[in-house]
Structure formats: structure tokens, C-alpha cells
């Protein structure tokens, strides 16, 4: 086996780092005259960089770096492609949509690179506690962006909403972490692989699951989980939502597949029922409360719990299959949900015009392309044929019925029904004739940059409708490499004893 | 076997969706919309009956098949074709479509655009539900043929149009979940999603009969809404009041019915059968409620809506009574009615555009005012309420007749006292609407008659309801060709199964 040096298993965390600090350095030493939106620019270049780093990853023989800390294989270059997909169409959106002046423009960029190398890094760990800065690296970036319109009362309250919950599930991670190292006197998750099965006290090892799926269960923003979801999705600018709701979460359920599926396969008799509930509980309160609301974000907020429940039902599927069919779903969520808030940025624009459904009454009278844009993406959230959301629900409850969940099915394509009443208002609402009484908004004015990302999630959101065959292997080449870690090196993990 | 067999399924579906992008693509100029999707859906027509003229009677199985591999795992293909029970029903669509087209053709004057594309992504849908052998691919149609129609009844709706929209899209949309779980279910057991490998696989018996009877009902109930079958007809009333006139002509009907043949019979004959009585009761409860409620109607879309109703559970009727001869009239009722109401709403349609109104007692005397109107009116109800000769009669009949002979007489007698009250709700409409005094809104509003395009998609409907009812022949061997008894003597009327 050739050795492949440590640096190249980061890269694309390297090139994201750079890309960030650059930033800073550029939007600290430039004049205060010029602009500060072609860093957006710089940003979006490096995020393309770090793309294509994740892609030339394959070509690099599985393994692990850096003391079996940080790993690369098509599992994680495939939520690494995902991740920087999604910062990339984030970027494009703000570009035009981020008003210029007054502002802290350039830190934004570099946040979103920042927050992008937490994510990168958290699915490609493979050590806890690297898992843990990961996850930090990232929680930080967001928290701050999730306050970045200080004018407003909403965003200072969505920011230290969830900050505290955030850091308060952190804390349950990590307490996790610390009983898994108890119990196994390691915290290498292929380690840990090994050990747990015989470790001595095997009530450690439970309660350090059940504390970490707590941390991750917030993250993914499942129930019972999920109550700050909707608050800071409401609070924080539609852009950030659009990253926030999208590539966090794909990082946390990398993370979490690799929690369940390789770090505790064993104890699939108690996590896998737990999942279940909190899958169906997800959906169920997801969708009953998203059917309440009137604001665009915060029923939009409940439909992307009730999605991390449709994702969870991937769980109940055994093996390769249920990997697959979650980063699948990941996918495919990811496109639909990045193109929806794009479409409600441009629609509503930032300083939210139309907050309300009704608001969208006639979008498409006004602007035939973006009402039509708005439909397109609520049908695949609905999961409609031929759009990536219904490809994904399929093969979600495909390994939910292949585990023998046909009930959490059942209860998932119901829900399905059920969501499809409060996306169709809105779709509906927007190709009602406006009202004389409506207020007009402003025929929103759409840039270059922000077509292109609307096209990207559209184009993405299609082709995993459509042809879903090659991301679909991807993710299947991903859960194989899952599945089989690599073979432990002989000497150099020696286990410690645990500390009685 | 002709050069473009292989191809004809895939022009036929294709047809419609690029009419409807080259409309998406092209400005909203003055008639332009209109023009591109009439010829496209004339175009497709034609592709359409490449079908029956090189169909080989007779012959068993699918044919002019084409079996694409389209996701590898789980194995999903593109396969689709036909056999003698969804030969005509695809030629019906494409007839039905431009008689769809000239129907907007004046009901529609705002956003054109709009609606022919998506009218045209609804034949697709539609012709694609009639062709797909592939339990996924269906699925898919299945349910893309609800997002244009969702759209389109809200955007033009009367004035309930997104609550109705929202109706009928939850109505149909919610059903086929379990619809869905059951085809995964049976993929997860059996490893295909090919009906012709499902249909054998299940008549051998590996499934265990506990989880088929659940897997047949979730098929079973999908389509019963999507018909409607009596309890679930609640989206109907509303959806016949909002749509566009086009839409109406092709929401009801042919889909669950169909489905119900060729998914529901066709899959689970053991599981279909048990629970015949069950629909046979409910079918004609729905004949019977159907035209009760169509007789005190005001506003004649809610009165096609009940009479819908009522016909379209004496297709159920003809299709649980197991029968073979009752099948082939069902079939062959599907095709006559759906010919029958089309021609009736474009009619109607034509009436409310030219006088604004829906309700039945604004209008009368109108026979006086545009004579042929009315001529083409009565022509077409006389064929929906039977009359001999034309094509209604020749469905009713067998149907009626199998079910006395066969199933049940006391069934049979209650259907025919429904189709007794179909004809006294359809007259008395003709009634009110075109004779009697001439109402001060008729004469109030001077309009035209019947123009030329109209009279052109009109005559050869009309004509066709007479050789239809003349020559059933014509049609009868290429659907009985298509009806396989199932194997396990599935032939044999309910009646005699009974203890």
C-alpha cells in the first residue's frame, strides 16, 4: 500500500480554511469604499476548489490520516460533495441577495467557509473528540449567522436560542464521549467498534449512546428535539436558513450513521427501536404543527423536522441498505429544501416582504419563472414522481419495509399526505389571481449569481428525480465503505485498559 | 410488424410533454398556445391510432412492448405496452384531448400559457397511466396526473377554486400511500416491479394470504377514491364545479377504473373476489345516491358530477360482478362514457361561456335561440342514458344483463332503477335547459351558436356514439383479447362462489 500523506485526507478542509482566512485578511485590508460582495466571489471559488478536492479524494486509496483521526472514503466524499454543493448554491443565493453597506458582508462570507470546514471535517472523522471540535467548528459558525440581521429583534432571540440549546445538546455529545471512553478507554470510532461489544460494563456503553443520540438528534433537528427550529429559522436571514437547514444537518447524520451503523452495530436492538419513535414522532409533530402555521419559514421550519423524520425511516433499514437510502434522502433533501429557500429569498427578498402564505398570493402572475420555480420545489417536497423528493421518501421506506418497518411506512407515507395539504397552500395560494387589497411587493430583481443557484438546486433536484441511478450508486459505494472499516493496524492502537 | 412499433408508446407520450415545453417556450402571443397544443394533441392522436390499426387480435400478451432498464437497484424500468384492455383507452385519450383543447378555447382567456402546458403534462400523465407495466412507472403517472389538474382548478377555478384544488389533490393524494407501501412491499417480498412477473408470481401463492388481503385492499382503496366508489366521492362535487371545462372531462373515471381492472382484478383475483360483494353493494348504492342526488341539482356541473357518480359505479358494477362478458361491457362503458360526457361538457361549457351562468334555472328555451345546441345536447344524453342503438346502450346492457344473469337479480333490479332515474334527471335537464319559456337571461343575452370548431370536434363524437352503438363488434374481440381470465378460474361469476 502506498502511503498517502496526511495533508490530502483534509483537503478540502485545507482549501476551505485558506479560503476563509483569506477573506478575513481581504475584507480587513481593502479600502472601506469598495465592495465587499466580490469576496462573496472569492468564497464561491474556493467552495469550487474544495469540490473538486472532494471528488480527486476517490482517487486516493481508502484509509485513514493523522493518527487514525480523519478518514476518507466514498462515504465521506459523498456528503463532502453534498456539503460543499449546498455552500456553494448558499453563496450564490447571497451574492445578490445580501444588502450592501452597513453590514459585516466579508465576515459573512468567511463564516460560511468556516462553518463549511466544521461540517467537511465532521463527516470525515472518525475520532470523537475530532468529531466533537468538528461539530463545534461548525455549531460556532452558524450561531453567528443565525444572528446576522442585528437590526431586528428576531435574530439577536434566534442566535441565543440556539446557541443555548445548541451548546446545552453539545454537552450531551460530548458527556457521551466521555462515557464511550470510559467504558472502551478509547475514542476512535473503529476502536471503539472492536471494543464495545466485550466491554466490561455494558451499561456505560448504552448510556453513552443514548447521550450521544441526544446531541446528534438535536442537530438533525428531530423530535422531541426540534423545538428551536422554528424560532430560528424565523429569526435568521432566509439565506442562512437555506444553509442551516440543509448542510448541518446532512453533516450531523453522516455523523450519525457512523455513530450507529459502525460504531455500535451490536446494539441495533436499542437504538433501532428508539429511531423508530423518534422517526415517527417527527414526522407526526413536523407535519401536524407545519398544518398551523402562517409563516412561510416557520411552516417550512416544521416540514424540515418532519423530513429528518422521513430520513430516520432510512434507519430501520438494515445495513448497506439503510446508509444508502439516508444519504440518499440527505441528497435529495438538500436540493429541494436549498432550491425553496432560494426561491423565498429572491421571492420575499432579505428584509421579508412577504412573511405570510398569503403573502404569496399571485406570485406567479408577477413573476411567472419564480412562482413556477416555487411550485417545482414544494411537488418534490410533497414527493411527487420525477422530482428527488419522491425518490428519496421511495427509497427511505424501500429500507424501511426491506428491515420490516411496513408500519413506520405506513405512518411515514401517510404523513406524506398529510404535509402535502400545507405545501399545496402555499403552491396554491401563489397561483391564485391577486386581490386588488393585496400589497404589492416589489418585483423581486434577481442577479446572475442567484439564477444560477436557483438553477443548480432546480437541475440537482430534477436529475435525482429523473435519473437517480448514479447518485444513488455513490451512495451505495458510500455505504459499502461504511460498512466495512478498514483493518485495524496492529500495534499502534493498542487498547488502554479501561479505568475501573 | 411495422418499422415503429418499438417506438410508437414512447412518441405517444412523448408528444404531448414537448408540445408543452416548445408552449413553455415560445411567447404568450394572442392564439399561439391554443394552435401549438391543438396540433400537438392532434399529432398525438394520430400516434394513438397506430395502435389499432397494427394490433394483432388474438395474440396473448403486451404488445408493441418496450422494456427499458431505467434505475438499477431497486429495478425499476421503463416498461411499458398495451394489450386489448388499455388499447382504446389510450385511443380515447388522445381523442379526448383536442376535444379538450377546443373546449378552453374560449372558456380560457387569461394565462394560456399556463394552462395548455400543463393540460398537455396531464395527457402524458394520463396516457402513461394506460401503458405503464412497470408498478413504479405507473405510480409515477399516477400520481404526476395530479399536480397539473391541482394547478389548473386552482388557478381557474369559479370561485372556490384552491380549496377545491386542495380537495382533490389530499382526496386522491393520500390513498396512495399505502398504495405505495404496498407496491414496496411487494418488490421488498417478491424482487420486481414488473406486472406481468407480479401477476404470475402472486397467482402461484408465495405470499401469505394475511398480508395479501391488506396489500389488495391499499390497491383497492387508492382507486376507489381516484373513480370515485360511493363513500369516497366527497372531492367530486367540487372538483366538477371549479375545473376548467377540459379537466372535467378527464378527472372521473377512466384511471380508477382502469387501474381497478388491470391492478386490482388483474393482481389479486382471490383478494378482489372476497371482497366483491362488498363493492357490488357499494357500487350500487353509489348508482342509486348518484342519481337521487343529480335529480334535485341547481347548477348543472353538480348535476354531471352526481350522474358521473351514478355511471361510473355501474362500471364498477359491471367490473366485481366477475364476469367475463361483464368486463368487456365495462370496458367498452368506459370508452362510450367518457366519449358521452365529453361531448356534454364541451356543450355545457359552451353554454356557460356564452351566458355566464351554471345554474340550471337561469336558463330555458334555449333550443329557440341556438338550434343546434340543443340538437347535438339531446343527441348525446339520449346516448348517455342508453338509448338502443347508440353506444351508451350496449355497456348498460351487458352490464345489466350479467349482473342479473350471473351475480345477483336483486342487485341487477336496483342498478336498473338507477339507470331509470338517470334518464329522468338527464331529460329534465334537456328539459330546463333548452325548452320551455324562453328565460329573461336567454333572451337578454343574443350568442352565437355552435361555431365551426366546435361543430368539427362535435360531429364525428356524435358519429362515433352511433357506429359504437351500431357495431360494438368493432371493439368488442381486441378488449376481450385483453381480459385474461385469471388462472386460478377467477371467471366464475360471484354468485356461484357463494355457499
Excluded at chain 2, 249 to 277: D, E, N, T, W
Aim: aromatic share 12%.
Amino acid at each position: 500500500m502506498n502511503h498517502v500523506p496526511d495533508i490530502y485526507r483534509i483537503a478540502p478542509e485545507v482549501i476551505f480554511t485558506l479560503t476563509g482566512i483569506a477573506i478575513m485578511l481581504l475584507d480587513a485590508s481593502i479600502p472601506l469604499s469598495w465592495p465587499r460582495r466580490n469576496l462573496g466571489w472569492v468564497a464561491a471559488i474556493g467552495t469550487t476548489c474544495a469540490l473538486w478536492a472532494s471528488v480527486w479524494q476517490l482517487s486516493l486509496p481508502d484509509g485513514t490520516g493523522f493518527f487514525s483521526t480523519v478518514e476518507t472514503s466514498p462515504f465521506t466524499v459523498f456528503f463532502h460533495v453534498l456539503i460543499c454543493g449546498i455552500v456553494l448554491v448558499t453563496l450564490l443565493l447571497t451574492l445578490d441577495t445580501l444588502p450592501t453597506g452597513g453590514h459585516h458582508q466579508g465576515e459573512f462570507y468567511a463564516l460560511v467557509v468556516f462553518g463549511a470546514v466544521g461540517m467537511c471535517l465532521l463527516t470525515s472523522a472518525v475520532e470523537l473528540l475530532l468529531v466533537f471540535i468538528a461539530l463545534e467548528i461548525s455549531s460556532i459558525a452558524t450561531y453567528i449567522l443565525a444572528g446576522y440581521r442585528k437590526h431586528t429583534g428576531r435574530g439577536p432571540e434566534a442566535a441565543i436560542k440556539y446557541f443555548l440549546l445548541g451548546s446545552f445538546a453539545t454537552a450531551f455529545l460530548l458527556y457521551g464521549i466521555a462515557l464511550v471512553f470510559g467504558a472502551t478507554g478509547t475514542t476512535q470510532i473503529y476502536a471503539i467498534a472492536r471494543l464495545a461489544p466485550t466491554a466490561p460494563n455494558h451499561g456505560l456503553v448504552v448510556a453513552a449512546l443514548a447521550m450521544m443520540l441526544v446531541g446528534l438528534l438535536f442537530k438533525v433537528s428531530a423530535a422531541p428535539f426540534h423545538v428551536w427550529t422554528p424560532d430560528v429559522y424565523e429569526g435568521s436571514p432566509t439565506p442562512v436558513v437555506a444553509l442551516l437547514s440543509t448542510a448541518p444537518k446532512a453533516a450531523a447524520f453522516a455523523v450519525l450513521l457512523r455513530v450507529v451503523y459502525e460504531m455500535f452495530p451490536n446494539l441495533r436492538s436499542m437504538w433501532g427501536p428508539l429511531l423508530w419513535v423518534v422517526a415517527a414522532l417527527s414526522m407526526t409533530v413536523g407535519n401536524l404543527a407545519a398544518l398551523r402555521q402562517q409563516n412561510v419559514k416557520r411552516m417550512l421550519a416544521y416540514s424540515s423536522i418532519a423530513h429528518a423524520g422521513y430520513l430516520l425511516a432510512a434507519f430501520a433499514g438494515t445495513g448497506a441498505t439503510g446508509i444508502a437510502a439516508a444519504s440518499f434522502y440527505a441528497a435529495a433533501y438538500a436540493a429541494m429544501n436549498v432550491g425553496i429557500f432560494a426561491v423565498i429569498t429572491l421571492a420575499a427578498g432579505y428584509d421579508e416582504n412577504l412573511s405570510l402564505i398569503d403573502d404569496f398570493r399571485g406570485l406567479i402572475y408577477r413573476t411567472p419563472l419564480l412562482g413556477g420555480m416555487l411550485i417545482f420545489f414544494l411537488i418534490s417536497l410533497i414527493g411527487i414522481p420525477f422530482t428527488g423528493g419522491f425518490f428519496g421518501k421511495f427509497y427511505s421506506f424501500t429500507a424501511a419495509v426491506n428491515g420490516g418497518a411496513v408500519v413506520l411506512a405506513i405512518i411515514g407515507l401517510l404523513n406524506s399526505g398529510l404535509a402535502a395539504a400545507y405545501y399545496l397552500r402555499l403552491a396554491l395560494a401563489s397561483v391564485q389571481k391577486p386581490q386588488a387589497t393585496d400589497a404589492m411587493a416589489p418585483k423581486p430583481q434577481a442577479g446572475a449569481a442567484v439564477i444560477a443557484a436557483i438553477f443548480l438546486a432546480a437541475a440537482a433536484t430534477l436529475i435525482l428525480g429523473i435519473l437517480p441511478g448514479a447518485t444513488l450508486q455513490s451512495a451505495q459505494t458510500a455505504a459499502r465503505a461504511l460498512q466495512s472499516p478498514p483493518e485495524p493496524p496492529p500495534a499502534t492502537s493498542s487498547p488502554i485498559q479501561s479505568p475501573q | 410488424m411495422h418499422l415503429i412499433d418499438p417506438l410508437i408508446l414512447k412518441l405517444i407520450l412523448l408528444a404531448p410533454l414537448a408540445g408543452a415545453v416548445l408552449i413553455a417556450l415560445l411567447p404568450d402571443r394572442t392564439k399561439l398556445p391554443n394552435w401549438i397544443a391543438l396540433l400537438t394533441t392532434l399529432l398525438a392522436f394520430l400516434f394513438t391510432l397506430h395502435l389499432p390499426a397494427h394490433f394483432v387480435t388474438g395474440q396473448p400478451g403486451f404488445q408493441f412492448e418496450v422494456n427499458t432498464p431505467w434505475i438499477a437497484d431497486p429495478a425499476i424500468s421503463f416498461h411499458v405496452g398495451v394489450d386489448g384492455l388499455s388499447l382504446w383507452l389510450v385511443v380515447l385519450t388522445g381523442l379526448l384531448a383536442p376535444v379538450g383543447v377546443v373546449a378552453s378555447w374560449n372558456a380560457i382567456q387569461s394565462r394560456r400559457k399556463i394552462f395548455y402546458a400543463l393540460f398537455l403534462v396531464q395527457q402524458t400523465a394520463m396516457l402513461g397511466v394506460f401503458v405503464s407495466l412497470d408498478l413504479i412507472l405507473y405510480y409515477g403517472f399516477w400520481e404526476l396526473s395530479l399536480v397539473p389538474m391541482a394547478i389548473l382548478i386552482a388557478m381557474y377555478g369559479r370561485n372556490q377554486g384552491a380549496k377545491a384544488a386542495l380537495k382533490f389533490f389530499l382526496f386522491t393524494f393520500i390513498p396512495s400511500a399505502p398504495l405505495l407501501v404496498a407496491i414496496v412491499w411487494l418488490y421488498v417480498r417478491l424482487g420486481t416491479f414488473n406486472f406481468v412477473d407480479l401477476q404470475s408470481q402472486i397467482a402461484s401463492g408465495v405470499l401469505p394470504a394475511g398480508a395479501l388481503f391488506w396489500v389488495a385492499l391499499a390497491f383497492l382503496f387508492a382507486f376507489a377514491v381516484k373513480v370515485p366508489v360511493f363513500p369516497l366521492h366527497g372531492w367530486l362535487a367540487d372538483t366538477f364545479n371549479e375545473a376548467p371545462v377540459a379537466l372535467t372531462m378527464i378527472v372521473a373515471g377512466k384511471l380508477g377504473l382502469y387501474s381497478l381492472l388491470r391492478f386490482h382484478v388483474g393482481l389479486f383475483p382471490q383478494q378482489a373476489r372476497a371482497i366483491a360483494p362488498l363493492v357490488i353493494a357499494l357500487a350500487v348504492i353509489g348508482i342509486l345516491y348518484g342519481a337521487c342526488l343529480a335529480l334535485v341539482q341547481r347548477d348543472f356541473w353538480r348535476l354531471m358530477a352526481y350522474a358521473a357518480l351514478s355511471h361510473l359505479s355501474l362500471i364498477v358494477l359491471g367490473i366485481y360482478g366477475f364476469t367475463f362478458t361483464g368486463w368487456t361491457g365495462a370496458v367498452y362503458q368506459i370508452l362510450s362514457h367518457e366519449m358521452v360526457d365529453a361531448a356534454l361538457f364541451l356543450l355545457l361549457g359552451a353554454l356557460e361561456v356564452r351566458y355566464a351562468t351554471t345554474l340550471i334555472d337561469s336558463y330555458g328555451g334555449v333550443a329557440a335561440r341556438l338550434p343546434r345546441t340543443a340538437t347535438y345536447f339531446v343527441l348525446a344524453t339520449l346516448a348517455m342514458i342508453g338509448l338502443p342503438m347508440l353506444s351508451g346502450f350496449v355497456g348498460e346492457f351487458v352490464i345489466l344483463s350479467t349482473t342479473f344473469a350471473d351475480v345477483s337479480r336483486g342487485w341487477a333490479i336496483a342498478a336498473a332503477l338507477g339507470v331509470i332515474l338517470g334518464a329522468a334527471y338527464m331529460l329534465m335537464l334537456v328539459q330546463r335547459l333548452f325548452y320551455g319559456p324562453e328565460s329573461p337571461l336567454v333572451s337578454s343575452k343574443p350568442s352565437p351558436d355552435l361555431d365551426f370548431s366546435e361543430l368539427a370536434i362535435l360531429t364525428p363524437l356524435v358519429v362515433l356514439m352511433l357506429v359504437m352503438g351500431l357495431a360494438p363488434a368493432l371493439w368488442f374481440n381486441q378488449i376481450e383479447s385483453g381480459i385474461h381470465p385469471p388462472p386460478s378460474a377467477a371467471a366464475q361469476p360471484v354468485a356461484e362462489a357463494r355457499p
